[in-house]
């Protein structure tokens, strides 16, 4: 894995900070040393007593003296015991450092688990082509990553010429690479690796789809082989790269992102294995050499989709943040590099030997790992060069039979009626596709396996969705009826995908930004071995203690109002607000209260230490009661307070607030996951409205943009939800490419983000130290496509407060050359006085427990 940096923050506060990021003192260089000095040292260790009883003054063979001989010989046989032991132990250190040696030097181990091995596999017509990729491969990576190359050549008699020029690339008489080592061997071969390049000659030729299988079997024998030899753990994940015959790696860094993305960061010892993988599959951003010979970069954001035609489109990806992004999804893969892990690959369900252009493999290739699993991305910082000319014609069209099978494979009849339109044979491919359930080699009961065609026409490739349920091909007036139906199906979809009527402009592109997720609880903590999913420890210090997030909802204790009435109801500017503007949706909730939908479940956590404890019943008396979970996680359990001494990475201060707020989440994540919808957390000095939130949280608005845009979710049980971070969103620096949700009066995130955001830890800052835990929440997050969801009223009042209600009221603006950040960071126009706060308001900030009373018994009808 590479470094996770990030950009500094200046806090907004009167102590401004500068962060620093800490560079990781590990290196394989100091493992070696550090084995060579443990190996000395030890030895040394439990040696010293040879040396002492042979060379000392006092030693004599024999001294005349029997008991002090027996005592010498009883000496001799412990030192010699010690000097046994001694050997023992440096044999296992002087084993581990070979090892640690042999990682860097040997090329048929690798690096490890966290640095697998990658097996490439490339078919192609052309053996100039499919050689010039090869040589790109090995010229582009170091060679002790690379397992196997798999070179098929489709429709290829052997050829001992042609066997000649890949073996010279095998031998490395090309240019190639071993760690950071690059040569080229002219008049001998490379002595110092072994074979890798495994060449198959088909003299009939079968088609993309059937020789891609053939290399994978061959990869599928390799790896079997190795771990039967013992030349591979079996934790190791082998990266499997498909390479088009065009197609050539340019850049020596490739393999890095790609790792990234698709493997674990590196375990902390070496008795450990990998944590839970990434992206489930990952395309190589594509640049092409036009008809002059020069290299052209694509443009940033592109993607390859397909509509109705069934043929590959580029588009790009709308999203005005593309650059900020490590990944973006693509409907479909952009077929000239595609990697995943071979397990992926195994597992794909699909595998119709019977699509033998190379467009049509893809098609298949995609619909895979959408379908069937968690899509594909494109990873712009890594990239390859594409030389169309290389390509036969033939293998870009997708024929008419190979869209009658993939049809009949992934289709239900109404929606082929759709997908089959686009042809002038419209009735041949429909009888082509029953003709395909026929074929030994077509996949069957896809539909019962994955997702239909309609979930990836609505939430991934919307160039092939319709407005309607379209109607088979038995119900069908006419093939004009059907081209009619399509050709303002596109229209229609928009119309229906927009939800105008829910959401703005603006939160459309936010959640459009933000690719839906499957809300299946996975666990991401490794055993509880590691931070951030350490978990928390009881009264008594034993780890593995679960706090009853239920228990405060369930017996509720009373609220104490303050005492003086008068004091807490004066008409000061917080009162004015929070009676002539701020109000409790009583109304609302008792409707919602009645009905008979289930209400949605919130989770609220406050975070503290212990020396503040004594703000914990205020808390628990006046919000915290309302959330259907109550947790407050502190530096010290106590059952009788409800809080969680969760255990984190580093200290507890101020200035490691974020590795408090990881482990938290984690913890959240690993232990409530399942039981709520959406989760707040806040500091101890927040003033939570429960049921403006919850009632918020219901709101077609939320439930629409939680459905990517579209009707409002049914239920929150729905398998893939948009992730959506809801709070009062600020511009670091008054920067809007850099917008975040204050972490003052919270921020409430649904549960595909919060999967998303414990998933992604590993990869965000992991071992940072800083108070900002809101802006490296939002920076985890904006990696993603998640950004801050736009929360204003109707009326443009804002729901997430930073500062108590009278601060709202009372604020101006103060003259240009008097510097404030508060309008500086401000996102959107700044309302001031009662305009400020939305009607139903949901947080405020900077409350001290007496203000926490009196804001409750103002609300709440005390006064």
């Not at 000649?164 to 090309?174: L, P, V, W």
């Not at 043929?311 to 973006?328: A, C, M, P, V």
């Amino acid at each position: 894995m590479l470094p996770t940096t990030t950009s500094s923050y200046t806090s907004p506060t009167s102590s401004m900070r500068r962060l620093r990021t800490r560079r990781p003192p590990s290196s394989s260089a100091r493992r070696s040393a550090d084995a060579i000095i443990a190996l000395v040292s030890l030895f040394a260790a439990l040696t010293w007593p040879i040396f002492v009883y042979i060379f000392s003054p006092s030693y004599t063979p024999n001294t005349g003296n029997a008991m002090a001989d027996q005592k010498i010989r009883l000496m001799k046989e412990y030192a010699h015991k010690l000097n046994d032991k001694a050997k023992e132990e440096a044999s296992i250190i002087r084993s581990r450092m070979k090892k640690l040696l042999r990682a860097e030097l040997h090329d048929i181990v690798g690096y490890g688990p966290h640095l697998p091995r990658i097996a490439v596999v490339i078919v192609g017509t052309s053996a100039e082509a499919v050689a010039h990729s090869v040589e790109s491969v090995f010229s582009s990576t170091d060679r002790n990553r690379i397992l196997t190359v798999v070179a098929v050549l489709d429709g290829v008699a052997k050829d001992s010429t042609i066997e000649g020029r890949f073996q010279d690339i095998d031998e490395g008489r090309t240019k190639h690479s071993h760690g950071l080592l690059s040569h080229v061997y002219i008049l001998k071969p490379d002595k110092d690796h072994g074979k890798k390049l495994h060449l198959v000659f088909q003299n009939l030729p079968l088609g993309i789809g059937a020789s891609r299988r053939i290399g994978v079997d061959f990869v599928n024998l390799l790896v079997k082989e190795h771990i039967d030899h013992g030349l591979k753990d079996k934790s190791e994940d082998i990266i499997l790269l498909m390479l088009r015959s065009d197609t050539t790696l340019v850049d020596k860094n490739w393999i890095n992102p790609v790792t990234a993305a698709l493997i674990s960061p590196p375990p902390s010892s070496e008795e450990e294995t990998p944590q839970k993988k990434a992206a489930n599959a990952v395309s190589l951003a594509v640049d092409f050499i036009d008809a002059e010979g020069n290299v052209i970069k694509s443009k940033e954001g592109s993607v390859v989709t397909f509509g109705l035609d069934a043929q590959f489109e580029w588009k790009t990806y709308s999203d005005g943040n593309i650059e900020f992004l490590d990944s973006y999804p693509t409907p479909a893969v952009l077929g000239s590099a595609t990697a995943m892990r071979l397990d992926v690959f195994n597992n794909l369900p699909a595998r119709d030997n019977g699509l033998r252009s190379q467009f049509s493999a893809d098609m298949e290739l995609s619909l895979n790992l959408w379908l069937c699993g968690d899509g594909v991305d494109v990873l712009p910082a890594a990239r390859v060069v594409v030389n169309p000319s290389l390509i036969p014609t033939g293998q870009s069209l997708i024929t008419e039979d190979e869209l009658a099978r993939i049809g009949a494979s992934w289709l239900d009849k109404a929606y082929q009626a759709q997908f089959f339109q686009a042809s002038s044979n419209r009735e041949a491919l429909f009888r082509a596709a029953e003709k395909a359930k026929d074929s030994e080699t077509l996949p069957e009961k896809l539909l019962n396996k994955c997702r239909s065609f309609r979930w990836y026409a609505e939430e991934v490739n919307h160039d092939v969705l319709v407005a309607e349920e379209p109607k088979s091909a038995d119900e069908s007036s006419s093939v004009l009826d059907v081209n009619a139906r399509a050709h303002d199906s596109k229209d229609k979809a928009d119309l229906k995908v927009d939800a105008k009527q829910y959401l703005t402009e603006e939160q459309m592109k936010t959640v459009k930004s933000a690719k839906m997720q499957s809300i299946v609880y996975e666990d991401f903590s490794n055993g509880h071995k590691e931070h951030p999913h350490m978990g928390a420890v009881d009264e008594n210090g034993t780890w593995g203690y679960v706090h009853d997030a239920s228990a405060l909802h369930k017996n509720p204790p009373a609220f104490q109002p303050p005492a003086d009435k008068s004091v807490a109801c004066r008409k000061d500017d917080h009162y004015k607000m929070l009676t002539e503007k701020v109000k409790v949706d009583f109304e609302g909730h008792s409707a919602a209260e009645r009905s008979a939908k289930r209400r949605v479940k919130v989770f609220c956590v406050a975070y503290t230490t212990e020396k503040n404890h004594d703000r914990i019943n205020t808390l628990r008396e006046t919000w915290g009661k309302k959330c259907d979970g109550f947790m407050v996680a502190s530096t010290k359990t106590d059952k009788s307070l409800g809080t969680v001494n969760i255990v984190h990475q580093g200290q507890e201060a101020y200035e490691n607030i974020w590795q408090k707020v990881r482990a938290i989440w984690a913890y959240v994540y690993d232990n409530y996951y399942n039981e709520y919808d959406w989760f707040h957390i806040g500091g101890d000095d927040l003033y939570l409205i429960v049921e403006n939130l919850r009632l918020y949280l219901e709101s077609d608005v939320i439930r629409s943009a939680a459905n990517g845009g579209k009707e409002p979710l049914k239920d929150w049980e729905e398998k893939f939800q948009t992730p959506l971070f809801l709070g009062r969103r600020f511009a670091e620096q008054g920067n809007m490419d850099r917008i975040f949700n204050s972490g003052g009066s919270g921020y409430t995130i649904n549960r595909a983000a919060l999967k998303t955001l414990v998933h992604r830890f590993p990869q965000c800052s992991p071992n940072y130290e800083t108070f900002a835990e809101d802006v490296m929440v939002a920076e985890c997050f904006r990696k993603q496509g998640i950004f801050p969801f736009e929360t204003r009223d109707e009326l443009g009042g804002e729901r997430y407060m930073p500062f108590l209600p009278g601060d709202h009221l009372s604020y101006v603006i103060p003259p240009a050359e008097e510097k404030d950040w508060y309008p500086e960071y401000t996102v959107g126009k700044l309302k001031l006085g009662l305009g400020h706060c939305s009607k139903y308001s949901v947080a405020f900030h900077y409350a001290t427990p007496d203000l926490i009373r009196r804001m409750h018994a103002i609300l709440y009808g005390y006064c």
